[in-house]
């Protein structure tokens, strides 16, 4: 099924647009021997509200916080959304505008930077028999209007805007699964589903790519391990990918670059 853009097409400019994955390196080694691409369930990210609007847009729903029907008809959309939003399965890229500590030290630690281009993204992607969109994360509440799912699932709050991300998203649509696991016995809305989804829902989902196609260059964290460059080397020889491979530029510094809990009491 082809590539769909998200709503309000957010693209590049650039359809050739370099973009980046920072990852551990043991998520290397998985992506070039399995030759597979790993998707995370949209709720099981790190952001809890993933795919959820921004707490000061759910005044487009015009309800009361003060009224106890209002309050339930609030519960009731938000806790439908936290349900829909389990059928989107994301796998998460960096638009490129140059490397940055805050990426390597959050999510690169001791691994590497697949780089690759937002086209080849695209057209590996294209082959899948999914329901499968691309596209550019937008942040904050200004392009937001009405209340549409895809558009909250491709928003995030402003404070992650640094990431510049670009999301590869499966949408699960035939899976039978019920739309009021956000009720309890009393019939009582909740703003979470309070029941798991069906096994058709699984916490990830892996689709077959070619990896060759999609990787242009690796590029080794300058946290990395002595050793890390010629490991990369010696794996993507090993399976026949003639991507290069360099140390970051940010090597020579990384001393002086905050680690992951450091960069966590800093923000806090």
Known sequence: MPVTPFVDDPEPPDARSPIWRYIEFWKLQDLVQTRQ???RRSDKLEDENEGLPPSEYERALNLSKFDLNDIRE??????????FRQSFYV?????????????????????VAIVSRY???????????????????????????????????????DEYSPEREVRAMIWLTDTDDGINRHFDLNNRPHDRPIYDPPLTLP???????????????????PFA????????????????????????????????????????????
Not at 203 to 219: C, F, Q, Y
Request: a positive charge; proline letters at 1%.
């Open 37 to 39: 691409l790993y998707f």
């Open 74 to 83: 609030r519960d009731h959309k938000i806790g439908s959304l936290a349900q």
């Open 91 to 111: 796998n998460c890229w960096h638009i490129d505008l140059g490397e940055t500590a805050t990426m390597w030290a959050r999510y690169g630690k001791d691994g």
């Open 119 to 157: 086209d080849l993204l695209k057209q590996v992607l294209d082959s899948l028999s999914d329901k499968i969109m691309v596209g550019l994360i937008r942040y904050g509440t200004k392009h937001l209007t009405g209340w549409n799912v895809i558009r909250f699932v491709t928003t995030k709050r």
């Open 203 to 221: 916490e990830w989902i892996r689709r077959d790519i070619d990896v060759a196609s999609l990787i242009t260059e690796v590029v080794v964290s």
């Open 225 to 268: 391990s002595e050793g890390r460059l010629a490991e990369v080397r010696a794996l993507l020889a090993g399976a026949g990918i003639a991507a290069g491979v360099r140390e970051s530029p940010l090597t020579a510094y990384s001393s002086f670059i905050p680690k992951e809990d450091e960069l966590k009491r800093f923000m806090t």
